[in-house]
């Protein structure tokens, strides 16, 4: 009798499932091109990427059965692997121009980032932790934001520069996680009573990104902008320094 887990067994003949149906489809398309039909480039070698990223996001549908429907770190982490690594697969293969498409690169990160943006019950205890982890959703908005601008206008849908001038429009991805620094900050105030390390952390890390943001928005001298980080950081440590406990 086989002693080796049913969802052990299952996973190895999905991962050969893939790359038999990889291999197949790779000799498929070279008779095809062999016999004429099929004609013009054609980046073959990037169905060696694509399998990879079937095989993750196999592994994160077995893991989603295992855990019985919880999108656990498992699922998520395979999710999002495979997500990345089918993007730069299909770009390849269909040999799309990376100057025009690059900002893929920022918009599925940015997915992949805000799936890791809920709390895994089992990893993060406590309203610290779980609020740090949060801050994952606000990045990852931010980096889906300015992918999908770049993407409009490479694609010649609209001119965002023009229509946001004199202000930078790009910048509004810097503000994004600002805005949700100081929310989780306050999340974490609200329930420890206190100003503890999270909250100074969250504080530092929203003021950086609140300043940076607000000079590339306005097009302030870029030499305003180290001392100016620096008064922030100097703000939210006084704010803290005024928590008696």
């Known amino acids: 009798m086989d002693d080796e887990p049913f969802g052990k067994r299952e996973r190895k003949r999905m991962d050969g499932l893939w790359w038999g149906l990889g291999l197949i489809s790779l000799g498929v398309i070279f008779f095809l091109q062999a016999i004429g039909v099929m004609k013009g480039s054609f980046n073959w070698w990037a169905i060696f990427i694509l399998i990879p990223a079937f095989v993750a996001l196999s592994g994160a549908w077995f893991a989603f059965k295992r855990s019985e429907g919880t999108f656990n770190v498992l699922v998520r982490n395979g999710l999002g692997g495979g997500l990345i690594i089918l993007t730069v697969g299909l770009m390849f293969l269909f040999d799309l121009d990376w100057g025009i498409w690059w900002p893929l690169m920022l918009i599925v990160p940015g997915i992949t980032v805000m799936l890791n943006g809920k709390p895994d019950p089992a990893l993060v205890v406590g309203v610290s932790a779980e609020r740090v982890v949060t801050l994952a959703l606000w990045v990852g908005a931010g980096m889906i934001l300015l ?23 790009w910048a509004v991805a810097i503000l994004i996680p600002a805005a949700g620094s100081f929310y989780n900050a306050w999340k974490v105030y609200r329930h ?54």
């Open 147 to 169: 992918g999908g601008g770049f993407l409009v206008q490479n694609l010649g849908l609209a001119d965002l520069n023009a229509l946001s001038a004199p202000f930078r429009w």
């Open 192 to 245: 420890a009573g206190r100003i503890n390390w999270t909250v100074r952390s969250l504080l530092g890390f929203g003021a950086v990104c609140l300043i940076v943001g607000t000079v590339a928005f306005i097009g302030i001298p870029w030499v305003w902008l180290f001392p100016l980080i620096l008064i922030g950081i100097g703000v939210a440590v006084l704010l803290s320094a005024f928590n008696g406990k």
